[in-house]
């Protein structure tokens, strides 16, 4: 382990007995809504888009499978007004913020705000820095319900984020509003103090593609422990295939990154174009069945129960991300299990390589999982029941970046 990061992590280990829990009784479940941050970044996020945005997953159906989140990222604020609150863009928001709030609502949604612990914010605007009171008050006043706090333009060392976010947790907590507090501090030693400070904790980089895509989950593959009801690991948002977004990936690729979000138990925020959003990209984020993987009340966050892929350190990985060095996946594959509170296991095969490759849990997987006598299996793409396989099971899985995503059940002994 490197040493800087060994010091990280030994100075947020020595303060964590001193930072009470959040306790704010939300986020018992992964977060599920839209950000506007993949989608449109800083240009074009208006009251217009958001109000487009909330028709779009109405008619569509996707408010009914739990996307109930409607998320403002950076860009939305110009200035402090008169009282030192945040002002919005008044060509962007005419009616401000309580007035998109207020309509959001209106729509069986709830509203997503953001903010920086920095002075300025990634894109520029006024941040939170030394405003945390009066900025906590005004989000609550507003009916903020989730507020990302981004960390640009502030102090990176352990101490003195860890500081500034109890800050805005416990102003947050005063105003007596139950506010989902999504930290971002594109660190993974906020892992280990996360569920004391907020409900989710962003831990790596942005995820712009699909080198980042491996970047995320790689580290996230240490981290499932630190995870559970009420405080996920936040890899990123989910970055879809359709045309006219920020950044997007392949659908092959945007599927499997759903998939691995959903063994993962993470936040599903749609970063996607919602108002045209292309076929495969619909049946991808309204499979009811991969959904339910990811909102299981156990809460358990999945993990690697057989690969053949290098191993790398988290410090390296983090040193990638860093340095914008991102490498490409590996050419390999792995197979993700997530338990889930029925006893079924959730199980993700992916393969890193270009071309297809065969992926097989063998039976000693299986015994290892609990299942003795042998498993029932569901393709939760292809909605199918496979049958009964006491001997293991395989799949033929697409090369670059495909998935395959099963449901697992203990088989019925018939005398």
């Not at 706090?149 to 502030?154: E, G, L, M, P, T």
Request: net charge negative; with cysteine; aromatic share 10%.
């Amino acid at each position: 382990m490197a040493p800087r990061r060994r010091r990280c992590l030994l100075r947020a280990a020595l303060l964590a007995p001193f930072v009470s829990g959040l306790e704010n009784g939300v986020g018992r479940r992964p977060p599920m809504g839209y950000s506007t941050w993949n989608h449109l970044g800083c240009q074009g996020v208006t009251s217009q888009a958001i109000r487009q945005v909330a028709q779009a997953l109405i008619e569509r159906g996707l408010q009914k499978r739990g996307y109930t989140y409607i998320n403002i990222d950076d860009c939305w604020a110009v200035e402090r007004d008169s009282f030192a609150k945040l002002a919005p863009d008044p060509v962007a928001f005419p009616e401000g913020m309580r007035g998109i709030a207020d309509f959001v609502h209106s729509q069986g949604f709830k509203f997503g705000l953001y903010t920086d612990r920095g002075a300025w914010t990634c894109g520029a605007r006024p941040g939170s820095a030394d405003h945390e009171h009066v900025d906590a008050q005004a989000f609550a006043e507003w009916g903020v319900d989730y507020l990302k706090v981004d960390s640009c333009n502030a102090p990176d060392d352990p101490q003195g984020s860890i500081q500034q976010f109890m800050t805005f947790r416990d102003f947050l907590n005063s105003t007596g509003r139950e506010i989902f507090f999504a930290l971002c501090g594109w660190a993974p030693w906020y892992a280990e103090i996360g569920p004391a400070l907020g409900n989710s904790w962003r831990f790596a980089r942005d995820v712009n593609g699909y080198r980042e895509l491996w970047n995320a989950i790689s580290i996230n593959s240490r981290l499932s422990r630190y995870a559970g009801p009420g405080a996920w690991n936040d890899p990123d948002g989910l970055i879809g295939s359709t045309d006219g977004t920020r950044v997007k990936l392949t659908p092959r690729q945007s599927r499997t990154q759903f998939n691995l979000w959903c063994i993962m138990a993470a936040p599903l925020m749609l970063g996607a174009d919602i108002t045209m959003l292309s076929a495969h990209d619909m049946e991808t984020y309204s499979n009811d069945e991969a959904i339910a993987v990811n909102q299981d009340d156990l809460g358990y966050q999945g993990n690697i129960v057989w690969e053949n892929c290098p191993q790398k350190s988290v410090s390296a990985l983090v040193r990638e991300a860093n340095s914008s060095g991102y490498t490409a996946p590996p050419p390999c594959q792995q197979i993700w299990a997530k338990q889930l509170q029925s006893g079924d296991w959730a199980i993700a095969m992916v393969n890193w390589a270009e071309l297809g490759e065969l992926v097989t849990l063998d039976a000693t997987h299986l015994q290892g999982l609990g299942f003795m006598s042998g498993v029932h299996v569901r393709d939760l793409w292809r909605k199918a029941d496979l049958g009964m396989h006491t001997d293991g099971f395989h799949a033929q899985v697409e090369g670059a970046g495909g998935s395959e995503l099963f449901r697992l059940s203990a088989a019925q002994i018939t005398m």
